[in-house]
């Protein structure tokens, strides 16, 4: 599947396992990773849990095989989530994996910077959320600066994995330095940022690890390597105790 390229729902009473995989770089050379990271993330979800390519949408920022009507922007990502959790029904898995810029405003609320620059309306996004369906084994992951102002529109429903735990760290900070010593690679535009390598990582140790084993894990490396954000996971008890990406099989 190309690039920007949805092939369409598929029309099945079976679960489903989809996915929303957002990388943005802003034209910025050094945000290359972003892309690295959603490439990545794609490649575990189909060969590692059987997530259908067709039911993965893959959103880059790139000139290369453009065909989505206009700019990354923050609506075009909220109704690209939308659709996709409004065709949701329990019992399949969601996934909403974003990397990029974020920029947490206490007032408006407002998270995810599309490629326009502008922000995401997290009251619009907060709506969505609660529209999820019961038994429908979501889950958010951010891997972004400031991704710890989505901890204030948290829902039940998710599971939320974000880089940081608080809305004060930045990028500045060393979120996107390099994590030496795991497996040797380096630098981030070829192996992606730290929360996603460590996040995969310790996947592919481990298919069947839980969610709250692989925050601890996560966690731990990042105080190892001297990284200064504490990763965060926000689910109920049931939910921390399930396995990463397969909460109701």
Known sequence: MSE??????VLS???RKRALLVGLKYQRPLMDFTHVNCKRMQECLVKRFGFPEEDLYL???TNLNYTL???IDSDLILDKLYDLIKSSKSGDSLVFYFSGLTDFNPENKR???GADHRALDGEVLSQHLKKIPTGCAAMFIIDAPYGGGFIEIFSKEIVLFTSSRTDEDHISSGSYGSLRNLRGRNPISESGSNFTRCFLHFIEENNDILNQDLIDKISLKFRQCGVVHTPALLCTKEKAKSKVFRCYE
């Open 69 to 71: 009507p206009g700019p």
């Open 59 to 61: 959103m880059l920022d």
């Open 111 to 113: 998270f995810i910077v």
């Open 4 to 9: 920007h390229q949805s092939q369409g729902p």
């Open 13 to 15: 009473t079976s679960p």
